[in-house]
């Protein structure tokens, strides 16, 4: 946390900072009472430091930020986590893309700091620039779904227009049903930036078990999403992501079937052409054509493919230890 909180002294837009603690058992609340401290030194006097002893849940996240959004009073809520780190000028960049009465939300980018050496530490900055785009695409088609909840900036007058933020119905991935329910209304548009001025970078996960596990929440967020037409889309998208992996077997049988492979990796060769052509310099050095990166393209729909499977069983979903409703 103290990479976010010290990148939020460095901005210089005016705004007011709630801090939500969440039951911390660490040093977190020491920290937070020096940000505070060092804020009000440097003449950001509009900061609030807000500390829960109970979370109900169900999505404990979700009562969080509820906590937090009652307690805001501005026109404008922009939203990040506690192990993300922000650019200088962030909030203004966010805010700027506001200008427009009609856009209800805008979502940024978020992009993964690597750590470590080999293919797990680049796969999760691969993954995560892939997944924006992603959802960025989707945007840009209408069927907004999703975005990352650590860089999405939502305006009063939308959120009051779906009744609130309790309004939105329990989800492991609250910021899509957010972003789902108030596209679904369709009285505010929903934005995404192409940009990298105003994109955020977060921690990665050290082990591929809290990966999977972070992996399998967003997964089942989509494929169980509380909107009706963001859970018939992404079904239908990681369906057929799923079919043409699970011909790859079956070829020598029926070799037929190649077109469903060959479809789902011409996709993902698109997709990471427009990703590097949109973000490279945010992304590990190596370019499209590094190794690391080719076996992240190959390996994408294969692990989509082992999430969705996983969700269709019904793998318990965990979230700081503890089960959450998928």
């Not at 109970?54 to 501005?74: E, M, T, W």
């Not at 037929?256 to 990471?272: D, K, Q, R, S």
């Amino acid at each position: 946390m103290g990479g976010l909180l010290r990148t939020l002294l460095d901005q210089d837009y005016p705004a007011e900072i709630i801090l939500v603690d969440d039951r911390s058992n660490d040093e977190s609340p020491a920290m937070l009472a020096r940000f505070a401290q060092d804020a009000a030194r440097r003449g950001m006097d509009n900061c609030r430091i807000i500390t829960l002893t109970d979370n109900p849940g169900p999505n404990y996240k979700q009562h969080a930020l509820s906590v937090g959004i009652a307690a805001a009073r501005g026109d404008y809520l922009l939203f990040t986590d506690g192990d993300c780190e922000v650019p200088p000028g962030w909030i203004g960049a966010m805010a700027r893309r506001m200008s427009d009465a009609t856009v209800g939300v805008v979502i940024g980018p978020v992009f993964k700091k690597k750590r470590g050496k080999g293919f797990f530490p680049l796969y999760q900055c691969y993954d995560h620039a892939v997944r924006y785009n992603y959802l960025a695409g989707s945007i840009g088609l209408g069927a907004a779904g999703g975005g990352f909840g650590n860089n999405i900036i939502v305006s009063r007058a939308a959120l009051d227009s779906i009744g609130g933020y309790d309004a939105v119905p329990p989800s492991p991935t609250e910021d899509a049903s957010l972003i789902s329910l108030i596209r679904s209304r369709g009285e505010y548009r929903i934005r995404a930036i192409a940009l990298p001025d105003a994109a955020v970078e977060t921690g990665a996960e050290k082990t591929w078990r809290a990966f999977i596990s972070q992996s399998l929440r967003w997964n089942n967020g989509g494929l169980f999403s509380p909107e009706l037409t963001t859970r018939l889309n992404y079904n239908l998208i990681m369906l057929m992501m799923t079919t043409g992996i699970l011909a790859i077997p079956l070829l020598p049988f029926f070799p037929c079937l190649w077109p469903l492979p060959a479809g789902v990796f011409i996709v993902m060769i698109e997709n990471t052409i427009a990703t590097f052509g949109l973000f490279r310099k945010k992304l590990p050095k190596g370019g499209f054509l590094n190794l690391g990166y080719l076996l992240s393209l190959l390996f994408t729909p294969v692990y989509f493919t082992l999430m969705t499977l996983m969700g269709y069983c019904g793998i318990k979903i965990k979230w700081k230890g503890k089960e959450i409703a998928r």
